[in-house]
Nanobody, 120 residues
């Protein structure tokens, strides 16, 4: 059964770094776009970063220059390197698998999420 499993969340001080990892099982990885979403308490889930199977990336404006998404197609892993973290980055982060059409992404499979907490 296809599934996504995130790891790497935790508590970090503002200005610190974390790297999130997502392991993809089954046949969901190689041809799919992958992404990271986040949802803070009381807020809607937002797309943080996405990457196509060919390596094209997309970021939400608030994380540009601080976060980097990457993927290892041989090992079926996707990563989110988060630097210069801010308290407003606090959220549950979700890995997602889906498809890209031009600059638009649609996701249909989600992980369980990992908590990231940034203290001020």
């Amino acid at each position: 059964q296809a599934q996504l499993v995130e790891s790497g969340g935790g508590l970090v001080q503002a200005g610190g770094s974390l790297r999130l990892s997502c392991a993809a099982s089954g046949s969901i990885f190689s041809d799919n776009a992958m992404g990271w979403y986040r949802q803070a308490p009381g807020k809607q889930r937002e797309l943080v970063a996405a990457i196509t199977s060919g390596g094209t990336t997309k970021y939400t404006d608030s994380v540009k220059g601080r976060f980097t998404i990457s993927r290892d197609n041989a090992k079926n892993w996707v990563y989110l390197q988060m630097n210069s973290l801010r308290p407003e980055d606090t959220a549950v982060y979700y890995c997602a698998a889906g498809h890209a059409s031009g600059s638009e992404y649609s996701f249909h499979l989600w992980g369980q999420g990992t908590q990231v907490t940034v203290s001020s």
